[in-house]
């Protein structure tokens, strides 16, 4: 069996990793996988990319002119959305004629238009797309947030300066239903959450979507010595850690305001805290967060590598992701197999992948409040010994590369048997 995966980048993202990790899991199961990507990292055999040209970055910035101009020349919101106006035909590809299966995943940001997603769609062969945001069920948003407009048709967009009943995700939704109608299309969602949001989408209404979550290496990302890797990172030995990172610290949907309020309540409630814990940050402009927290910050590079995230994991004691939107983070993920309960909002598909007072602590949504006592519960109230044996378990049991590989083997498997019937 020969499968295609499509990825805007190679590892730049969640949907990258993810994407990545399955490509690797599908080839040690015996799939002749491989990856087809706008921008390449690696010198990776299996993983093609288009011929780089100042063509490319061209595309990009014209997609991004066009919402910059809807938008009145404003920034804002500028990448929470993409009309998908233009991109690149793949479909004459030798990998794409070689491949039984196609696996669409993150195809945006100027990578593959509505046009392109036609031929695909027109090729005859068996389409698995898998949603890592709601882009491929609503009109041009990523994350619809309390907007349930898609359910019928998109209109006045909220991430539009001026949205209209003809806006621009009015025109878009319009397309792709026009586009998806005739298309066989299988849609997989990584959590519960974003299946139940899928299938209240008009354009999904008459096509299958089941839920399979990310695969994540169980051999790579297993618990250490916590003290070799302090030691290591040049990390205290007696504080307790907090990890908070993205790829940008700053960028408000991670909701970093919500840790800083946290801490802050945290340190006045506890102030004998201020000399226990101790807070590590990685991303760009980490630096930033030095002055806005109560303890003393411990401010680390955005890091690519996996290997050296697995030594930052298994260095802290609890890793928190404040998020406003999420799907099925891989970083929960990632820190939970090396043993680190985890504390998130009741949000998207976190709920699913922390078991609350089991493997970590679910805050109510927005609730800086609730966010402290998630923090003082885990390090000073719990079982930690106990959330950190579950944690390690629910990502064998739920998310090993071998069992993720394994549904989605049984779903090309069925797609080619349907096809030929």
């Known amino acids: 069996m020969k499968v295609l995966l499509i990825n805007t ?34 010198s990776n055999p299996n993983v ?19 919402i910059w101009v809807h938008n009145h020349f404003k920034k804002e919101n500028l990448f929470a959305v993409d009309i998908a106006n233009i991109g690149t035909d793949i479909t004459h590809f ?22 392109n997603l036609q031929r695909i769609f027109a090729s005859g062969k068996p389409i698995v797309w898998t949603m890592h945001d709601m882009w491929p069920c609503t009109g041009i948003c990523h994350h619809a947030r309390t907007c349930t407009s898609y359910h019928t048709h998109c209109h006045h967009c909220m991430y539009l ?51 399979i979550p990310n695969p994540l290496n169980t051999a790579l990302f297993y618990p250490s010595s916590k003290e070799e890797a302090r030691e290591k990172l040049g990390l205290p030995a007696n504080r307790r850690l907090i990890l908070f990172g993205s790829v940008k610290i700053t960028d408000k949907r991670k909701g970093f305001d919500y840790l800083v309020e946290a801490c802050r309540l945290l340190a006045s409630q506890h102030p004998e805290l201020k000399e226990e814990i101790g807070v590590v940050v990685f991303g760009h402009n ?16 955005y890091i690519a590598e ?69 923090i003082y519960w885990i390090l000073k109230e719990s079982n930690y010994r106990s959330l950190s044996t579950e944690a390690v378990q629910k990502v064998e049991t739920h998310y090993s590369e ?18 030929q019937q």
């Open 161 to 211: 300066y001026k949205g209209g009943s003809n806006d621009l995700s009015a025109r878009t939704f319009e397309r792709k239903k026009i586009i998806y109608k005739h298309a066989q299309l299988t849609f997989v969602t990584c959590s519960n959450w974003l299946k139940a949001e899928a299938e209240k989408s008009d354009l999904l209404i008459d096509k299958r979507i089941v839920s």
């Open 48 to 66: 093609v990319s288009l011929p780089q040209s100042w063509k490319l970055k061209a595309k990009f910035i014209a997609e991004r002119l066009v």
């Open 306 to 374: 996996e290997d050296e995230m697995v030594n930052v994991y298994n260095a802290v004691d609890l890793y928190v992701t404040p998020s406003l939107e999420e799907n099925l983070p891989n970083t929960i993920m990632e820190a939970m197999a090396c043993g680190v309960p985890c504390l998130g909002f009741q949000i998207g598909g976190i709920p699913e992948m922390i078991d609350h007072l089991q493997n970590g602590y679910v805050a109510t949504y927005r609730s800086a409040n609730d966010f402290a006592k998630g």
């Open 286 to 301: 980490s630096e930033e967060l030095k002055p806005l927290l109560p303890f003393e910050v411990y401010p680390l590079n």
């Open 94 to 115: 030798a990998e794409f004629k070689e491949a039984d299966v196609i696996h669409l995943h993150w195809v945006n940001q100027g990578f593959l238009s509505l046009g």
């Open 402 to 419: 071998g069992s993720v590989a394994k549904k989605y083997i049984g779903l090309y498997s069925k797609l080619l048997l349907e096809k």
């Open 9 to 42: 980048s190679e590892h730049t993202g969640g949907a990258a990793v993810a994407a990545s990790r399955l490509m690797g899991a599908l080839q040690q199961n015996g799939v002749q996988a491989k990856m087809l990507v706008r921008d390449r990292s690696t």
